[in-house]
């Protein structure tokens, strides 16, 4: 009886035998990719978490997909995926012809019908809000037959493409179309999703595996790694290992200073860094600590935020948590971003010039505490850091020291996940240690520095009326588009509504045997499908296995 | 006995009522929105949120929930996961109790059985180079962090001498194919570090309670007696001491029985081990409460059980102590 109960997991985990089975060419094998985070919807429109993006651009395409530069202003350099082909009617009007060779994994075509009900359900600020604000200038998207579609927008815009292309990865509106918005998260659809990517899926077992398959009939060429196994680990150290002792393949997440040495001396093992487009900053509020209905009775003057960034040494910040794998950051803008090379530098390290400025600002310690007071009132701030981010833990102290040296004092508040999330949200933090992962375009940076994204991701209310008309002008033109965006970049760093810190590249380990390895910043393993065995050096589980078909 | 028996009952079920209540209310004290990482990790729009928050009865006061929870526990339902919608508790629950039961019950078998074995002898040939050397050894191991012993030997045992596998219970990739033996091997490959981890760092205990133990009986008259009467020493100490030390050793192996399904969070976390104390700690962070009451359930009815077990358990050994 304890025998069987032990051993049904095993069975349940192996028992999915194929029913049908084949012998695997010289080149095809399988991979193991560990994960701290588990892709537990891996579905478009409940993404948001970055190993669900992941997963996700296995199984779901777009029309098309920006190039390797990934200048997204650049028309021209998008590659064809789910549309064959795109001709421009007019500068607002964009019509797509759909790859009459793409299928859902069920087998049903996809049609001009599933690409415009999910543009549809993307757009609508209700189920959507932070894709709706991207996709504003949309006006209509409509279909002319089964194979092609029609995008209308509002303006001629630079990244007007990018934003036709990449923001929406169609569902197959067959399956999807009669489930209520407010319970698709839950529906069996995201339990198991149908797509029409390179990979389909298999299973999931909660907090531990996902499988998918190569999809054999995939319309733009059969995927030579058969079988994806991602494997969930809570632990830094256990991830590790898993990629130490040949259990894993692949592992995304190495740390930046300990990892690379250990990686090194292992010849099946090889090192590559990518840019990411991920930003650390200190997001200062600009409402009361949880009160939106007040500015913040310390950080709603832009000088004090001013004298915070003059106080900080970025530099030996970045080198203490990130070696020489990050960048500084000056603006939202990641070091994947095309624009990352017209921002402007930000405010210079200069520790006397922020004593003067708060002097100046009526911040002063008349009592000799070494903390600032102005009007009873003392310059003591919260820094609320969420527990699981190791650079955050380790940037935070180092943060709360260099400010205390301007009479600054910094409360760090660590807060466990959720709790941080929700204060986060409900806006209960004075200054909040941030992370994003941008979007690839630079237009994403409305979602959180502009008015409007104050009902989505701006959970700091940052607003300025002028800052936004700067970026609208910078994301609209279609001339001058350099100067444009250094221009508004400039506008958002004169505001100070964050101390921008670091850009990190991702830091990524792979077996020596795979060929072909390429990854993108957007969209880590978009490739994969392409990699391939070195025939020479298979191990017993690219060669023994058989495949599920 | 049998009143005593029905009493004993009575009082374990209500404690385990207390402590079901108490928890309840505590988790929903801890603050922490189980749906507010959904805003920001999975980009889940408010108005399903909204709906979520209605179908985990999140939007009801606290005491109808309390109403609801007992209504579906008197069912035999624990409710579904938050997080991991829509498993049920009972089933996440099922399938982490027996890589639970399989750790802790290796763990608790060899400190009981080795642990106790070496006890014995150490008392057997108290103050030789043997005893010395082990209790230098056993406590040695005792003072030792698991998380960090079990980092010590996945580096040497499966980084550097690639003996046995780093981490998981099973192999993901075994064969489709593979037949009962190939996975009973696997299984086992890969529980030896973690069970051994456990067991270094804990089998001290059982050890020196048995040691001492064993030797307070060797100072007893009756052993004297036994001796004079010409029994052999394996007799006497196996048949006439040993058999004295189990109320003791009893006590201790009901102290240890909730570490059968409590497992060990840190030990299960560096081994990727898919047991109830990984399972526990993701619904904390997560502040899933239908998995998290599912857990701490299970762990203070294990307490409440062993502590029920012990007691029964010390009437059998000793009748000395058993109820008329």
């Known amino acids: 009886m304890i025998a069987g109960r032990l051993l049904a997991p095993l069975l349940m985990l192996f028992g999915a035998a194929a029913a049908e089975a084949r012998q695997r060419p010289p080149d095809h094998g399988t991979i193991v990719i560990v994960v701290g985070r588990e892709p537990s919807t891996p579905v478009p429109t409940l993404l948001g978490q970055k190993s669900n993006n992941d997963v996700s651009d296995l199984l779901f395409l777009r029309l098309a997909h920006p190039g390797r530069g990934l200048i997204t202003a650049d028309e021209k350099s998008f590659e064809p995926e789910l549309a064959r082909s795109w001709t421009r009617r007019d500068s607002l009007t964009l019509v797509f012809d759909l790859d009459p060779r793409a299928r859902w994994h069920d087998g049903r075509p996809v049609t001009a019908r599933d690409v415009v009900w999910s543009f549809n359900r993307m757009r609508d600020p209700a189920i959507d809000p932070a894709n709706a604000l991207l996709l504003r200038y949309l006006s209509s998207v409509t279909a002319v037959n089964d194979s092609r579609v029609v995008l209308t927008f509002r303006k001629s815009y630079s990244e007007q493409f990018f934003d036709a292309t990449y923001h929406v990865q169609p569902l197959p509106a067959h399956l999807v179309d009669t489930i209520p918005p407010e319970r698709f998260a839950t529906s069996a659809f995201v339990q198991s999703p149908v797509g029409n990517g390179p990979y389909r899926w298999v299973r999931r077992e909660a907090g531990r595996s996902l499988e998918l398959a190569g999809n054999q009939t995939f319309f733009l060429g059969s995927p030579k790694l058969d079988r994806v196994v991602i494997l969930t680990a809570g632990d830094a150290d256990a991830q590790m290992n898993l990629l130490l002792d040949g259990s894993a393949d692949v592992y995304e997440a190495l740390p930046p200073v300990s990892g690379p040495p250990r990686i090194a001396g292992n010849p099946a093992l090889r090192f590559q860094t990518q840019p990411s487009f991920g930003v650390l900053f200190l997001l200062f509020n600009q409402r009361a600590y949880g009160d939106r209905s007040r500015p913040h009775p310390i950080l709603s003057d832009r000088d004090v935020r001013l004298a915070l960034a003059m106080a900080l040494d970025r530099t030996p910040l970045l080198h203490s948590t990130f070696g020489a794998f990050a960048r500084l950051a000056n603006a939202p803008s990641a070091q994947a971003h095309w624009t990352s090379t017209l921002v402007p530098n930000g405010p210079a390290y200069d520790p006397a010039g922020a004593r003067t400025l708060l002097e100046r600002r009526g911040w002063i310690d008349r009592d000799g505490d070494g903390v600032r007071e102005k009007d009873g009132v003392p310059l003591s701030l919260r820094l609320n850091v969420v527990a699981s981010s190791s650079p955050r833990l380790i940037m935070a102290p180092q943060v709360q020291e260099q400010l205390r040296r301007i009479g600054v004092r910094i409360e760090i508040v660590r807060l466990e996940g959720p709790v941080w999330n929700g204060r986060r949200n409900k806006g209960e933090f004075d200054i909040d240690f941030s992370s994003s992962v941008l979007d690839p375009s630079p237009t994403g940076i409305v979602q959180s520095w502009s008015c409007a994204g104050r009902s989505g991701t701006n959970v700091a209310q940052y607003c300025n009326p002028s800052v936004d008309s700067l970026i609208e002008t910078a994301i609209s033109s279609t001339r001058d588009l350099e100067r444009n965006w250094r221009t508004a970049y400039a506008s958002l760093q004169r505001d100070v509504p964050a101390i921008w810190l670091a850009t990190p590249s991702v830091l990524f380990a792979v077996h020596t045997r795979y060929r072909g390895v390429t990854l993108r910043p957007e969209s880590l393993y978009s490739t994969m499908w392409r990699w391939s065995v070195d025939p020479t050096r298979r191990i017993a589980r690219d060669g023994t296995s058989q495949l599920a078909q | ?324």
């Open chain 2, 1 to 324: 006995m049998t009143r005593w028996l029905l009493r004993r009952v009575v009082q374990a079920a209500l404690t385990f009522a207390v402590a079901i209540v108490l928890l309840f209310f505590l988790m929903r004290a801890a603050p922490g929105d189980p749906l507010s990482r959904l805003v920001g990790e999975r980009n889940v729009s408010e108005q399903e949120i909204a709906v979520l928050r209605a179908r985990f009865g999140l939007d009801q006061p606290l005491l109808s929930q309390f109403q609801a929870f007992v209504a579906g526990l008197l069912r035999g339902d624990l409710g579904v996961s938050i997080e991991q919608y829509p498993e049920k508790v009972t089933s996440l629950l099922a399938a982490r109790i027996p890589p639970t039961l399989l750790l802790g019950g290796t763990v608790l078998l060899i400190n009981f059985g080795v642990g106790s074995w070496l006890g014995v002898r150490q008392a057997v040939r108290r103050g030789s180079r043997f005893d010395r050397w082990l209790t230098r050894l056993a406590l040695a191991g005792y003072a030792t962090p698991s998380f960090w012993l079990g980092l010590v030997l996945v580096a040497f045992v499966s980084l550097r001498w690639r003996l046995l596998p780093a981490a998981q219970m099973t192999d993901p990739l075994l064969p489709l194919d593979a037949g009962f033996g190939t996975r009973a091997v696997d299984l086992l490959r890969h529980l030896i570090l973690p069970a051994l981890t456990l067991s270094l760092t804990s089998m001290a205990l059982v050890m020196r309670h048995q040691r001492a133990a064993l030797l307070t009986v060797f100072r007893l008259d009756y052993i004297t007696a036994a001796r004079a009467r010409g029994l052999t020493e394996r007799r006497v100490l196996w048949r006439h001491a040993w058999r004295n030390t189990l109320v003791p050793m009893i006590t201790l192996l009901g102290l240890w029985l909730p570490i059968l399904v409590t497992g060990s969070l840190f030990v299960e976390a560096i081994f990727n081990w898919p047991g109830l104390g990984s399972l526990a700690a993701n619904a904390i962070n997560a502040r899933d409460y239908p998995v998290l009451m599912g857990t701490a359930m299970l762990v203070s009815g294990a307490v409440i059980f062993a502590g029920l077990l012990a007691d029964i358990g010390y009437t059998v050994a000793d009748p000395r102590v058993r109820p008329t």
